[in-house]
């Protein structure tokens, strides 16, 4: 199940930061695509690499606190969402949207992030036997 879950979080936080990237930024005002256009960018591309890099640790302690880290970006990609619509760089039908993915990559790093927790209560159970 855990696999499948880091694939499929992988994959919708990739395809948004591709769309941010190729389709949303590119509607910001010009002064505005070299300022919150590469904030944007920065955030929502730095989900999924430290979602691939937590994947590949051995540690549970360490996947944990890379999911973590890509569950701040996301945030910080939510919040540049907020900006984007509150200077009328966006309409809400766009914000809507996007602000959809992001919750979507956030149940889905929930979900991944509950498994690991759930390994590490059996680890630790299994090591008291």
Known sequence: MKEAVF???KQVASELAKD????????FPKVEKYRLGDQIIRSSRSVPSQISEG????????????????ATSNDETENHLVEAKNNNYIVNKIYKSYLNRVIQVRI????LM?????LETARKSHNRS
Do not use: C, G, Q
Request: proline content about 3%.
């Open 20 to 27: 941010i990237a190729i389709k949303l930024v590119p509607t």
């Open 108 to 111: 889905l790093l929930s979900r």
């Open 114 to 118: 509950k498994s690991i927790r759930s």
């Open 55 to 70: 994947f590949r640790k051995s540690s549970l302690k360490e996947k944990h606190r890379f999911y973590r880290i890509a």
């Open 7 to 9: 694939h499929r979080v």
